[in-house]
């Protein structure tokens, strides 16, 4: 986002007599709440939806930002080849760090902040949400946002 995406808004903005504050950015990031009992569950999801996104070209760029681009041409190549299930074993615990929030419910809201702080304006959780499943928890996690 800091290298590549807001430079490139900025200059958008710039060229139509924008600023910044005249737009919304939002985008769904991957958390895995870590006092889940299916956190694991959750952790081998996003490996796989991390390696799928790393297999197409629109992504190549953030993976050669992050210095894992042969890793994104292995991926490209297995999808290639429809070997889906061999993907997810690529996407090593850095990757995960790195493209994804780890946390309990309750200290997800404030590191969602930390990381995205100035670079979203709005984020929405790459999460199976279930009508009646953890109810307490999504609105503890709503109403830390709208606190800021």
Known sequence: MRERVLPNIEIGLAQSGRERKSIELSSSIFVIPTDDPKAAAYESEIREQIS?????PPYRPVFDLEGWGEIADRLKGLAA???WTEMPSLINDDMLERFAVHGTWSELP???LKKYDGL???????FPLVP??????WRATVAKFKRR
Do not use: I, N, P, W
């Not at 799928?52 to 197409?56: L, N, P, V």
């Not at 979203?120 to 790459?126: A, I, P, Q």
């Not at 009646?132 to 928890?137: N, Q």
């Open 132 to 137: 009646g499943e953890k109810e307490s928890e």
């Open 110 to 112: 404030d590191k969602v």
């Open 52 to 56: 799928f996104y790393a297999s197409t």
């Open 120 to 126: 979203l304006d709005r984020v929405s959780y790459y």
């Open 81 to 83: 080849h429809g070997k």
